[in-house]
């Protein structure tokens, strides 16, 4: 199994920036990529970003592509997400996940591990 740990969430003004992290631990290397969801109230969850483990090739949903960045730290088996200008409509529960897919997906179903997640609160 591998567990999950998300931080870095916050409240924060629109234009403002919060760095997510997520710590991972266990049975990491059973695992190809880590992606990044969020979840709105009332709405589905949706996919944000992906990373492979090796590589490190990103892949971003169209409404972050040149706010937020992936990136990882092997050492420390650590994932992080920075948002830049953030909108008030960036805000909900996010969350990190693995998966053992070698094709980029954004599908929630192709995912196995979940942390608990992490609030973001983007305020106008």
């Known amino acids: 199994q591998v567990q999950l740990v998300e931080s870095g969430g916050g409240l924060v003004q629109a234009g403002g920036s919060l760095r997510l992290s997520c710590a991972a631990s266990?049975?990491?290397?059973?695992?190809?990529?880590m992606g990044w969801f969020r979840q709105a109230p009332g709405k589905e969850r949706e996919f944000v970003s992906t990373i492979t483990w090796y590589g490190g090739t990103t892949y971003y949903a169209d409404f972050v592509k040149g706010r937020f960045t992936i990136s990882k730290d092997n050492a420390k088996d650590t994932v992080y997400l920075q948002m830049n200008s953030l909108k008030p409509e960036d805000t909900g529960v996010y969350f990190c996940a693995t998966s053992t897919s070698v094709s980029v997906t954004g599908s929630p179903a192709a995912y196995d591990y979940w942390g608990q997640g992490t609030q973001v609160t983007v305020s106008s």
């Open positions: 266990g049975r990491t290397f059973s695992s190809y990529r």
